[in-house]
């Protein structure tokens, strides 16, 4: 069996720290506010000028140099992100220009907030079908740039940033004791639009702003992440009880614990970092596994999932041993 493996991983985090406080002073809003309902307390904001290849940029390197590799070893790169820097060309063919790379092939993924989990998905299906030997997979986001800085109810909520993984072939047992992606389960319901959007895009010729009914994306949250984390598990012969980390995308601490309760898992056994990056859409999930992995929590061998849901609706899961 082709196991699609975790050969290294890496972030960037832009140097720009705005704390909870800083809202209060444009706002009606409060430090105590953010931080309860939402487990915020931080989130990094791009310069001026800084884009989401150029992010995406600094976290592949990390990871390459986290693996020992260089460039030339990859033969593709995936980008989940909503905010490239144009309309095309896609932000990931900018990154393989940044890292030098005139062969292979790069494309962006656009799931919102589950971006990175449809793009992990896709990188371990050209893996496991033999067409790549190794690839790139990126999420790095600039909400910064579709924030409405007069509406409280989303702009204290995201943050900017970027995380990376490479993924390399490797061959398995095929049982579930192998490192690398072990399954996955993707879903999205389009009924869903009007919950979480961006009200501009091309063809309506602007660049719009996030719009979003906060409690009834939560509503929809801790249900379909619980229910995809289980299937993925399920499809791989697991359950709840063997996992090392749930590594879930980093929106709302309310949905992170209500998820981890419905899987019967303790807080201890949740990679979190919302806390000090807010949510950075479909790079919040690179973010923690990269934080997890720097902090000494993911260790090689460790099964993790990781579950992701936003705009679409989009969601789902993917399980992989570390
Ligand atoms: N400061 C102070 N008060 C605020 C703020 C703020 N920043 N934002 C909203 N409020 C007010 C509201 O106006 C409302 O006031 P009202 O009762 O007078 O109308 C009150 O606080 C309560 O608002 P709710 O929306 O009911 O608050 P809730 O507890 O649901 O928390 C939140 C809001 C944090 C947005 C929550 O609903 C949430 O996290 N939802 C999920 C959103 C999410 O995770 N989205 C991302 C997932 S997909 C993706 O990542 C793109």
Known sequence: TTRAVVAGCGHYLPDRIVENAEFEK???TSDEWIRARSGIERRHFAADGQTTSDMAARAARAALADSGRTPADVDAIILATSTADLTFPSAATMVQAELGMTGGFAFDVQAVCAGFVYALANAHALIVSGQVNRVLVIGAETF????DWTDRSTCVLFGD?????LLEAQAGTGDVSDRGVLSTDLHSDG???????VDGGV???STGHLRMQGREVFRHAVEKLADTAEAALGKAGLTGQDVDWVV???AN???IQGTARKLGLPMERVVVTVQDHGNTSA???????????ARGQIRKGDLLVTEAIGGGLAWGAVVLRW
Not at 191 to 196: A, E, N, Q, Y
Not at 283 to 292: D, E, F, K, R, T
């Open 26 to 28: 444009t706002l009606d």
């Open 191 to 197: 009924r869903h639009r009007d919950i979480l959007y």
């Open 203 to 205: 063809s309506t010729q």
């Open 283 to 293: 790079a919040s999930i690179p973010l923690a596994l990269s934080v997890g992995q």
């Open 248 to 250: 879930p995308h980093q």
């Open 161 to 165: 940033g970027a995380g990376a993984l």
């Open 144 to 147: 910064s740039r579709i924030m």
């Open 253 to 255: 601490i309310r949905i």
